[in-house]
């Protein structure tokens, strides 16, 4: 393995307490809810040392987002409307679509793909994402690439 930082993208389920309990504490710290590092640790049940170690680690993929372009590939069923409705979703959390392509469907199912930009104004993107999925008629929403 080289040496490389390399990025994964998980959902919740699969982040360790203690890292969601960093994130916490990291939004506390800025959000001006507490006022020190010691306050904040304490809020969410960590160590400093914990804090320390894995805060410049750990971040809400929403904060990290702002101002990139991000690549959705997903099914739907061949539907009137279905991708109409999941425009409405990306246009009510304000971001930018640049590209859409959707395959010929194939009994009854369309793969599409789209590039999404996220901007300043652009609402949690996770929170999209899951409305995304969560919508009657799509199936498997992942995220092929960020830039």
Known sequence: MSDTTKYYLVTQKAVPDVLLRVVEAKRLLESEQVMSVQEAVDSVGISRSSFYKYKDDIFRFHDNAMGT??????????????L?????????????ILTIHQSIPINGIASLSLSVQVLQTTGDVSK???????????????????E
Request: hydrophobic share 40%.
């Open 128 to 146: 999209m994402l899951e409305k995304m999925e969560e919508h009657k008629g799509v199936h498997h929403v992942k995220i092929l690439a960020k």
């Open 84 to 96: 109409s409705d999941v425009l409405k979703i990306i246009a009510e959390y304000r971001a930018n």
């Open 69 to 82: 372009t991000l690549t959705l590939t997903f099914q739907m069923d061949d539907k009137p409307g279905v």
